[in-house]
C-alpha cells in the first residue's frame, strides 16, 4: 500500500513560482510511474508531467513545470515557473504501477490547491 501526502500549493500571483513535494510511504519501485494531475474546479483532472522511463509534460507547462523524483527518499516535486491563472487547480501526485497480469493501480494523494491571482 502505498501513501501519498502533498504539500506546497498556495496563492502565488502571475509569473510567480511554486514548488509542489509529494511524499510516499510504502514501497515506491523504480519501475512505478510518479506524476502529477490537476484539476480546475468544474472540469475534469488532466495529466500535467510525469516521470517514469521517460519525463512527459502537458504542453500549456512545457518550459515553466519540472518535475523531478528521488527514488532514494521516495518524492516527487514540480517546480512551477511563470504561473499563469490558467494553472489554478486542485494538484494531485500520482503513482501508477503495473503488476502481475496486465493490471495497473493508480494511488492518489488527497490534492493541494494552487490559486494563480493578483
Known amino acids: 500500500q502505498v501513501q501519498l501526502v502533498e504539500s506546497g500549493g498556495g496563492l502565488v500571483q502571475p509569473g510567480g513560482s511554486l514548488r509542489l513535494s509529494c511524499a510516499a510511504s510504502g514501497s515506491i519501485f523504480s519501475s512505478d510511474v510518479m506524476g502529477w494531475y490537476r484539476q480546475p474546479a468544474g472540469k475534469p483532472r488532466e495529466l500535467v508531467a510525469q516521470e517514469g522511463d521517460s519525463t512527459w509534460y502537458e504542453s500549456s507547462v512545457k518550459g515553466r513545470f519540472t518535475i523531478s523524483r528521488d527514488n532514494a527518499k521516495n518524492e516527487v516535486s514540480l517546480q512551477m515557473s511563470n504561473l499563469k491563472p490558467e494553472d489554478t487547480a486542485v494538484y494531485f501526485c500520482?503513482?501508477?504501477?503495473?503488476?502481475?497480469?496486465?493490471?495497473?493501480?493508480?494511488?492518489w494523494g488527497q490534492g493541494t490547491q494552487v490559486t494563480v491571482s493578483s
Open positions: 500520482n503513482v501508477w504501477r503495473s503488476l502481475h497480469g496486465g493490471t495497473n493501480i493508480n494511488y
